[in-house]
């Protein structure tokens, strides 16, 4: 018998889409707003990976899926963003350390570059791991997680290292996995849809004006190098806070479902490790224009909207002819 489908859940992909959105933003540094965008936009999508993933019969399917959907897209996307680098190394031995800063989960190792963007991803690998090695220590591990995050900010340190970045990252993965549990989250989801945008609009203004000074007290939250700012009940209000408005307007467009929705939340991950190409050429642009700061953050805004768009007909070419990038994503368009 052929198995039924599970229903598509399109606010999902309106998560995704608007939280990579806010990846490609933050990268512009809008003057004034960083610290905001970075309050969120990395730990909404390990909300969204703990509330999609789900306990597997044994760790050896567990780990064919990680390998297909993480491990083999990270490696190749990996040395393909550091080839250009490495090549003119080759002879005095720093394409070496790429290779092991890639292999790692090193940003840079001995001056040579490394997985840089793609830290997210060898975090998540070790997160997924953990996450079905001890279904019934979890709560332990998220708390163990805080507590090595709280020593690592504490003593200063600045490792630009993927492993250390999971005493962040995990404890929302954890989180969003809990909140998949909650059986009356999609009968929420109705109601808020029902009452419509305007009746929305209280809630979300209020989370962003949360999520606003949090982050301006806390600083800036650095996860791609474990720092959480200046305080971390700061930070996590402003991440939950911040997601939560992610939430409430990807709620809102639940029922507006396109191809192009699912193919911007299916290559997340190419859109991930190459926008900056396509970035910084625009930002290079307004940086050359003599613009106040209002009209400079708005177009840096418009620029990410832009590389986001653009991305859609190279993941299309990407899922043509390399779609072991892609992983078993290519199934949900």
Not at 46 to 60: C, D, I, N, R, W
Not at 83 to 109: C, E, N, R
Not at 225 to 231: D, P, R, S, T, V
Request: proline share 4%; charged share 10%; aromatic share 14%.
């Amino acid at each position: 018998m052929k198995k039924s489908k599970r229903p598509r859940i399109v606010w999902i992909d309106w998560m995704k889409s608007i939280g990579m959105l806010c990846i490609i933003w933050g990268h512009c540094f809008p003057e004034g707003l960083s610290a905001f965008i970075y309050a969120f936009n990395v730990p909404v999508f390990f909300l969204v990976s703990g509330y999609l993933a789900h306990q597997e019969p044994t760790m050896k399917r567990c780990f064919d899926k990680v390998l297909h959907n993480l491990i083999i897209p990270y490696l190749i996307l990996g040395f393909i963003k550091v080839a250009g680098y490495m090549i003119p190394h080759i002879t005095d031995g720093q394409a070496l350390w790429s290779v092991i800063a890639i292999l790692g989960g090193f940003h840079s190792l001995h001056d040579a570059a490394g997985c840089s963007n793609l830290w997210f991803v060898y975090t998540l690998i070790i997160i997924r791991l953990l996450y079905q090695w001890q279904p019934n220590r979890r709560l332990l591990l998220s708390l163990v997680a805080i507590a090595g995050a709280l020593v690592y900010n504490y003593l200063g340190l600045e490792w630009k290292w993927s492993v250390t970045n999971v005493m962040l990252a995990l404890p929302f993965f954890m989180l969003g996995n809990r909140l998949s549990q909650l059986r009356g989250i999609y009968d929420y989801q109705r109601y808020l849809t029902n009452i419509g945008i305007l009746a929305m609009l209280p809630s979300m203004y209020l989370f962003i004006i949360i999520t606003f000074i949090a982050s301006w007290v806390n600083g800036s939250a650095d996860m791609y190098e474990c720092q959480y700012g200046n305080n971390p009940l700061l930070f996590a209000l402003g991440a939950i806070f911040g997601s939560l408005t992610i939430w409430l307007i990807s709620t809102f467009l639940q029922d507006a479902d396109s191809r192009a929705l699912r193919i911007t939340s299916m290559g997340t991950i190419v859109t991930l490790v190459f926008h900056r190409e396509l970035l910084h050429p625009l930002l290079k642009w307004i940086g050359q224009q003599d613009f106040n700061i209002v009209t400079a953050n708005l177009l840096m805004f418009l620029s990410s909207v832009l590389v986001l768009l653009a991305f859609i007909p190279i993941i299309l070419i990407v899922e043509r002819f390399f779609p072991i990038v892609l992983g078993q994503r290519t199934k949900n368009v």
